[in-house]
Nanobody
Framework: QVQMVESGGGLVQAGGSLRLSCAAS????????MGWFRQAPGKEREFVAA????????YYADSVKGRFANSKDDAKNTVYLQMNSLKPEDSAVYLC?????????????????WGQGAQVTVSA
């Protein structure tokens, strides 16, 4: 019901910043909880951040608290993940995801729609 296109990935030095965008190419995010996950080679997909359907309530993994911020712009059907003070361990493919469920926003299985992923590489 919703398709997403991610952009904004790239290569940055440690301490730098990137902003990922996840735009709906089909449908709207207005009624979805949006999540961000990342997966590094050889590792399982892990939760990064999420924003509730209203755009008010946010969730963050402990590893990114204070450094990342996610937001939701319903007018543009776009969600953003602002990543500051990036560390090499943040390097991964970042995926946005959407779910109509407000239960368990940090759990991958509640999300039924996924973006294609954006590569983020942080050099030391």
């Amino acid at each position: 019901q919703v398709q997403m296109v991610e952009s904004g990935g790239g290569l940055v030095q440690a301490g730098g910043s990137l902003r990922l965008s996840c735009a709906a190419s089909r449908g709207t995010f207005s009624n979805y909880v949006m999540g961000w996950f990342r997966q590094a080679p050889g590792k399982e997909r892990e939760f990064v951040a999420a924003v509730g359907w209203s755009g008010t309530v946010t969730y963050y993994a402990d590893s990114v608290k204070g450094r990342f911020a996610n937001s939701k712009d319903d007018a543009k059907n776009t969600v953003y993940l602002q990543m500051n003070s990036l560390k090499p361990e943040d390097s991964a493919v970042y995926l946005c995801a959407a779910t109509k469920s407000g239960t368990g926003p940090t759990t991958t299985r509640v999300y039924g729609y996924w973006g294609q992923g954006a590569q983020v590489t942080v050099s030391a």
